[in-house]
RNA sequence: AAAGCGAAUCAGAUGAUCGCGCAUGCUUUUUAGCAUGGGAGGAAAGUCCGAGCUCCACAGGGCAGAGCGCUGGGUAACGCCCAGUGGGGGUGACCCUAAGGAAAGUGCCACAGAAAACAUACCGCCUAAGCAGUCUGAUUCAGGUUGCCGGUAAGGGUGAAAAGGUGCGGUAAGAGCGCACCAGCAGGGGAGGUGACUCGCCUGGCUUGGUAAACCCCGCUCGGAGCAAGACCAAAUAGAGGGGCGUUUGCAGGACUGCCCGUUCGAGGCCCCUGGGUAGGUCGCAUGAGGUGUCGGGUAACCGGCAUCCCAGAUAAAUGAUCAUCGCCCGGACAGUAAAUGUCUGGGAACAGAACUCGGCUUAUGAUUCGCUUUAGCU
RNA sequence: UGGGGCGUCGACAAAUGGCAAGUCACGGGUUUUUGGAGCCCGCAUUUGGAGGUUCGAGUCCUCCCGCCCCAG
């Protein structure tokens, strides 16, 4: 069975680590989403999730995030230890479903390297 | 049936799998794991008002400033709500209403118009005493007519608004000049109502433009800031205070040199303690002007008694994803004369996310139910 | 959370409560062999929206919508 779940100690929660993610990490940009990521000290891939308010009012943004975190919890056991991820979305990220949706972030994810065989 | 008016209710339900945050219990060095419980709204929204709570300020009073403004009631309070009064809109159900004062003062009222506020006189109407012109008759005079002077504001025209309206009398023409009715004002007293006010009576002078969401006057209310309030714990670094080491036995560091020794300048150094305080954390923080039921008071808003319940608490910020079944709405096909209904199938399900907590207001929005109005048709 | 400002033609921008200026752009004409420049003419009907006050509202009042800025 692999960890499907998404306790707190694998998410990026300081408003220093986003900076320092931001500033100092690589990012690979798609139409509906910019992936941050960023070696980390720990043997954990850790997430976090930043909406904007272009995207639209405080439901939409608690929706987009919501299926992020669905997207990542469930593919989780595949990606590579040791790495903090930002996932910053973009505004045609509203038009996808979350099939379309994992797919893009697994498009992402392969072209960071950051995905297990 | 169509169009409309008012009020109320709900905000799909159940189950499965995988997750999230909180509380309690157990395991546990923390992390973490397991079990149980409960986990968004009618607007949680906008942040437009009012309060609680916290801190700061504070003898008392005034000015300034801001807000409010028909009456009575409700409330912790309100700019909110309820019940009424006056005014306005609609055929109507019903809706709207910042609704004190213009006779305390100031300002403004474009264009048009004679005149826009101590009234005035453009076109007019009237008059013929006086002055001037002119016509007819004529002897110096008489009569007519025009202008000035004088009287007047009926009619016309302008404007959003023109100094009460209509009628009769009156007059040279007219005019509240007089009278009647109506409207409005001032004063008096009567009936009803807690009151705003309503109804009707008498007397008076005949009459007073609009605008205060222009300045203003009158009456009432208001100390300021906000949970990032405020309280507590408190690392690293720098600095502050105190003590110790040390100045004769010379610490850190520097100079003489490429380096060591040595010489020399040197308390600016090291260690410990204290309090302030930053990052960070804990509390504030979920028992409340609380919910539900019932009984009583009140037209109602609301209030009181009794019983019962504990019902979100995050902080890069939980309340989700997938699937199934049922229910709702819309469309299509088939069965059915049609309607009702049944079967199959496709689609849809709004506005919107707690962030210290309440009471309102405003705005957004999907359905359903009930009552009522107008119009048309049938009985 | 508290405070402040703005919204007028496609762009910029003015307007004491009394006919919504002006510049650029755009369209048409004129001039020129053609183009440019110049000259002439045209171009706001919802002054962000909805109500109200007033005879009359871009302006005054109330409530919304959108954008921007400041403090912590």
Known sequence: MPNRGFPKS????????????????NKVVYRCVVLYFKPNQS?????????????????????????????FRLNRHRYRPGYDLVCVARKPIL???????????????????????
Do not use: C, H, P
Request: hydrophobic share 35%.
């Open 95 to 117: 038009k996808l479903n979350f099939e379309q949706l994992t797919e893009q972030l697994e498009k992402a994810l392969t072209r960071a390297g950051l995905i297990n065989l």
């Open 43 to 71: 043997d954990r891939v850790r997430l976090g999730i930043s909406v904007s308010k272009k995207i639209g009012n405080a439901v939409v943004r608690n929706q987009q995030k919501r299926l992020l975190r669905e997207v």
């Open 10 to 25: 694998s998410r990026v929660t300081a408003k220093k680590e986003y900076q320092s993610i931001y500033q100092t990490g």
